[in-house]
């Protein structure tokens, strides 16, 4: 028998407890409370949000489980989601008790020692609900809630022991193209979401909600309206339908007070239609916490007309930069280049960017201010088609990069070698219809010997380290840690993977039912430090599948069907 293949258990021997590893309560004991002090410095224990601490990280610095130890590691219990399609959330856990979101607004409270349920919440969808994707990405905590954004523009807070509802608030009209995939954020007492419906003619905005009252406490417009800095950029009233979508978590720097969100695509997609810089689409926003003022941002390109969204949050982190330490955003984007900015109290400054994927599209990147020049070949207009790489899917797409301060390593998940042409159409906006006025094509390169890769950057230096490849391409957001791990799944062939942090080598793999697209964590419990992640295809990830099917004329399977599962060191 495979040793990765042994019969899953529901219990495990517990280890004995390392002194840096606190013992959890025990279930239905009194919920430990969220506060602010806990999401800016949390325990190594738990994972609290969505990417396990306001930086973005994606990193524990949990040690049980490393380089020397990862080959024993097994899996301990799983837990079906009873739905299929893509699960992209990660399992949150707070002393013990875990907390997962699915396609279609389920959440589950479990046992993260056992995996039984403790209470189970779904959500009531409209029979005609407007929304291109079905996916959630992840709930937040605050306080003694659980907070959810839902698929008809909706925030839900529960009860975090019972699963109850607490109050149940809208933030748009689903019926007009608004819908909501995101984890939301919570900080200083609030909870802050942004939307989807980028392809749907929405203006895209971020609002924060009390988390005691769900009352509305401010609202920004990632597309400013007349008499706002940066309408100029948008020809007559075609702002009202502009895109700039916002369906990825943001960040948030205490010390500065502003909270960083990414930005999606203009709408319609074609620029020709449109002319201008379209301020805030494909942007990051620096946005004041407390009031929603926009106090800087950096367009990453100008007038797009890829699908090239980059909604990705940049991480915060410190680079060293001619003998200076930066207050960094690190920002993979999907347009293909990495791009490091200075976050400041008013302001995003560039300071540089390289392609880290294959692009042929900018010709250049303006020193001073990061602005790109195109070449006009391959930017498609209406009647017109122009190819172009990497294609919509872009370089990055939705699935976080990770940081590790301890290697001072980025882990970006990566798809390459593959490029894409679109053609302009004349779009008519009908609320809630499509609203791209394109037709896309995909294609692999013809000498490519991979898509899906794994690339770890020195940000110091500017340098990729090195790359793990996959011949699939990869949709796996990336966990790293204090064992000196790289955990990640991504690829159609199901597998679950550690690698080592410091050089990239596979150290252990488990194939699981499904592709995995969710967002790993790690957590620890009575000594015992586990990792979880939710496998369930679906969604882009098999959207692409389809697409290199078509242009390789070969035919890919992949399960769906979403479970949780969480392994452990054998012992």
């Known amino acids: 028998m495979n040793r990765f293949d042994w019969p899953i258990r529901s219990t495990l021997v517990l280890l004995t407890a390392a002194a840096s590893l606190a013992p959890a309560p025990a279930v239905g004991q009194s919920y430990a409370s969220v506060t602010d002090e806990r999401l800016v410095d949390p325990e190594p224990e738990n994972w609290l949000s969505y990417r396990g601490n306001y930086n973005g990280w994606g990193y524990s610095p949990l040690d049980q489980i490393d380089t020397s130890n990862v080959d024993d590691l097994v899996p301990v219990w799983s837990f079906s989601t009873g739905v299929g ?11 013990g008790t875990m907390f997962v979101s699915t396609p279609r607004n ?37 306080g003694d809630h659980v907070f959810m954004a839902t698929l008809d523009a909706r925030v839900v807070a529960l009860d975090a022991q019972s699963g109850r509802v607490a109050w149940d608030m809208p933030v748009a009209d689903n019926s007009s193209g608004y819908y909501m995939t995101l984890a939301p954020l919570a900080a200083r007492g609030k909870v802050m979401v942004g939307v989807s419906g980028g392809e749907l003619g929405i203006r895209g905005f971020v609002v924060a909600l009390d988390t005691e009252t769900g009352e509305e406490v401010w609202r920004t417009y990632t597309v400013p309206a007349p008499g706002e800095f940066g309408n100029d950029t948008w020809p007559g009233d075609s702002w009202r339908t502009g895109g700039a979508a916002v369906w990825l978590t943001g960040h948030y720097d205490p010390a500065l007070g502003l909270t960083y969100w990414g930005t999606g695509n203009p709408g319609p997609w074609i620029g020709d239609q449109r002319p201008g810089d379209n301020l805030y689409t494909n942007s990051v926003l620096a946005l004041d916490v407390d009031t929603g003022e926009i106090r800087g941002y950096h367009q990453y390109h ?15 982190v410190d680079v060293e930069r001619g003998g200076r330490t930066i207050p960094a955003l690190v920002h993979p984007g999907r347009n293909g280049y990495l791009w490091i900015l200075e976050r400041q109290p008013n302001a995003i400054r560039f300071v540089d960017a390289d392609p880290f994927v294959t692009q042929n599209v900018f010709t250049s990147i303006d020193p001073e201010t990061g602005r790109p020049t195109y070449d006009e070949t391959r930017k498609p207009g209406t009647g017109r088609r122009a190819e172009f790489c990497p294609s919509l899917w872009g370089g990055k797409d939705w699935p976080p990069a990770a940081y590790n301060p301890m290697t001072r390593l980025l882990y970006i998940p990566a798809n390459n070698n593959h490029c894409g042409a679109i053609t302009g159409t004349e779009p008519v906006y009908v609320p809630g219809r499509s609203y791209t006025g394109a037709s896309t094509e995909m294609m692999v390169q013809p000498d490519a010997d991979h898509i899906g890769e794994i690339q770890a950057w020195d940000l110091d230096r500017g340098e990729r380290v090195w790359v793990r490849e996959f011949e699939s391409h990869n949709w796996g957001p990336v966990l790293t840690t ?83 599962w969480v392994f452990a060191l054998e012992r």
């Open 106 to 142: 389920q959440v589950f409270a479990l046992d993260a020692r056992t995996g039984e349920l403790i209470w189970r919440y779904q959500h009531e969808l409209p029979d005609d609900l407007v929304a291109f994707h079905n996916t959630n990405r992840g709930v937040a905590l605050f």
């Open 482 to 564: 204090g064992g000196g791990l790289v955990f990640a799944g991504g690829t159609h062939d199901r597998y679950f993977r550690a690698f080592d942090a410091e050089s990239g080598e596979t150290l252990w793999q488990f194939r699981t039912n499904s592709g995995v697209i969710g967002v790993p964590s790690t957590f620890a419990v009575d000594g015992v430090q586990y990792v979880a992640v939710q496998s369930g295809w679906g969604v882009d990830a098999a959207s692409m599948t389809r697409r290199i099917d078509q242009d390789r004329g070969t035919s890919t399977f992949v399960p769906e069907g979403g479970v949780v």
């Open 85 to 95: 399609s893509g699960h992209e959330a990660p399992p949150v856990v707070n002393n």
């Open 302 to 316: 100008w007038n797009g007309s890829w699908d090239w969204d980059e909604v990705s949050t940049p991480l915060l």
